[in-house]
Nanobody, 127 residues
């Protein structure tokens, strides 16, 4: 079992930045590829960023457009999402997720591949 706890969400104005954190506990964090997903009211949950076990590979949704950066620190059992130039359309609940993986470098974009999920943190961007 892996427990995931997100933090760092909040209410900001358009153009601002936020850094989300996700702290993991339980089994060895470095065994897991990680993902950030988001879900806005009335919409499907969607991928934001996928991060490989070693942090060396990342994939982003098209809407990120270079504004967000996903990273991880295996020594701290944590994964991060730096979000810059936030837009009202980025308002959503943001979730981190973990997937047990053999490959150190693969990333996983399908939410159904993930084994564990955090409870989410709300991000609201006002115009």
């Amino acid at each position: 079992q892996v427990q995931l706890v997100e933090s760092g969400g909040g209410l900001v104005q358009a153009g601002a930045s936020l850094r989300l954190s996700c702290a993991a506990s339980g089994r060895t964090f470095s065994f897991y590829a990680m993902g950030w997903f988001r879900q806005a009211p009335g919409k499907e949950r969607e991928l934001v960023a996928a991060i490989s076990r070693n942090g060396g590979s990342t994939n982003y949704a098209d809407f990120v457009r270079g504004r967000f950066t996903g990273s991880r620190d295996n020594a701290k059992n944590s994964v991060y999402l730096q979000m810059n130039s936030l837009e009202p359309e980025d308002s959503a609940v943001y979730y981190c997720a973990a997937k047990g993986a053999i490959s150190y470098s693969n990333v996983y974009e399908n939410q159904y591949d993930y084994d564990y999920w955090g409870q989410g943190t709300q991000v609201t961007v006002s115009s």
